[in-house]
């Protein structure tokens, strides 16, 4: 049957690429298919001169595409220039928007410390009581109380598990790197949105090498500075 999540593929690593999704008219999934096609369009913007083993994208980076573009649903100058509205219903929306990503952010933040602690546990001992340790770490990391007298598998409900295991704090990373792509986007171009040469600059300085440097320093090199929380930090703090 077909898949209720989305995703993006690279067939061949020599532009097939494709994206499956399952589209609805609201906010949520238009981020969701910008989001994938950041992964698409970073699968695309590898040099032709790479082997082929290394027409391939670091987990974090290829996250940090995908945050990137994925954010541009709540982006004031996408919704009047790309979306249509007027500016003063885009800046009233974006304003909102900026505010909702921004709590959306910390209670992520939460989640990941969930499933990765819970990931790490269940590889060191996947015999141990998992159903019991899913809920103290919900409790622990998220501040939630347990159901009471709840003994069911309740970690098995979360897709990533199962088909990308050891993956999901690559997203916490990749908002990280998002931000600090978006600042320097900023600083270089003035933005992203109809601007080509923020396009040229992703494409030469993150998307053409591939997995031929290391991810550490991909994004130094993309972004101008080592990782660091300090724009991510910023960008909340701003919302």
């Given at each position: 049957?077909?898949?209720?999540?989305?995703?993006?593929?690279?067939v061949?690593r020599?532009?097939?690429?494709?994206?499956?999704?399952?589209v609805?008219?609201n906010?949520?999934?238009t981020?969701t298919?910008?989001?994938?096609?950041?992964?698409?369009v970073?699968?695309l913007?590898f040099d032709?001169e790479l082997p082929w083993?290394?027409?391939d994208?670091h987990l974090?980076?290829?996250e940090?595409s995908?945050?990137?573009?994925?954010?541009?649903?709540?982006?004031?100058?996408?919704?009047?220039?790309v979306?249509g509205?007027?500016?003063r219903?885009?800046?009233?929306?974006?304003?909102?928007?900026?505010?909702?990503?921004a709590?959306e952010?910390?209670?992520?933040?939460?989640?990941v410390?969930?499933v990765?602690?819970f990931?790490?546990?269940?590889?060191a001992?996947?015999e141990s009581?998992l159903d019991t340790?899913?809920?103290?770490?919900?409790?622990r990391?998220?501040?939630?109380t347990?159901p009471?007298?709840?003994?069911?598998?309740?970690w098995a409900?979360?897709?990533h598990v199962a088909?990308a295991?050891v993956y999901?704090?690559?997203?916490l990373?990749g908002?990280i790197?998002a931000?600090?792509?978006n600042?320097?986007l900023?600083?270089?171009a003035?933005?992203l949105?109809?601007?080509p040469?923020a396009g040229?600059?992703?494409?030469?300085?993150?998307?053409?090498?591939?997995a031929?440097i290391?991810?550490?320093r991909?994004?130094?090199q993309?972004?101008?500075?080592s990782l660091?929380?300090d724009s991510l930090?910023?960008?909340v703090?701003?919302?």
């Amino acid at each position: 049957g077909k898949n209720q999540h989305a995703f993006c593929i690279d067939v061949d690593r020599g532009g097939d690429v494709r994206v499956l999704a399952n589209v609805i008219d609201n906010h949520g999934w238009t981020d969701t298919m910008l989001h994938e096609l950041g992964h698409g369009v970073y699968d695309l913007g590898f040099d032709d001169e790479l082997p082929w083993v290394l027409r391939d994208t670091h987990l974090v980076t290829t996250e940090a595409s995908a945050l990137l573009f994925g954010a541009l649903a709540g982006d004031r100058e996408w919704l009047e220039r790309v979306l249509g509205m007027d500016e003063r219903e885009a800046d009233e929306l974006g304003g909102r928007l900026r505010s909702a990503r921004a709590a959306e952010l910390l209670v992520f933040t939460r989640w990941v410390l969930v499933v990765n602690a819970f990931e790490r546990a269940l590889y060191a001992d996947p015999e141990s009581d998992l159903d019991t340790l899913w809920w103290q770490l919900v409790a622990r990391y998220q501040l939630l109380t347990p159901p009471d007298g709840r003994n069911a598998s309740d970690w098995a409900a979360k897709i990533h598990v199962a088909v990308a295991p050891v993956y999901y704090h690559t997203y916490l990373y990749g908002a990280i790197v998002a931000s600090q792509l978006n600042d320097a986007l900023r600083s270089a171009a003035g933005g992203l949105v109809e601007r080509p040469e923020a396009g040229a600059l992703l494409q030469q300085r993150l998307f053409a090498p591939g997995a031929s440097i290391r991810w550490d320093r991909l994004v130094e090199q993309a972004s101008g500075r080592s990782l660091s929380v300090d724009s991510l930090a910023r960008e909340v703090a701003a919302a």
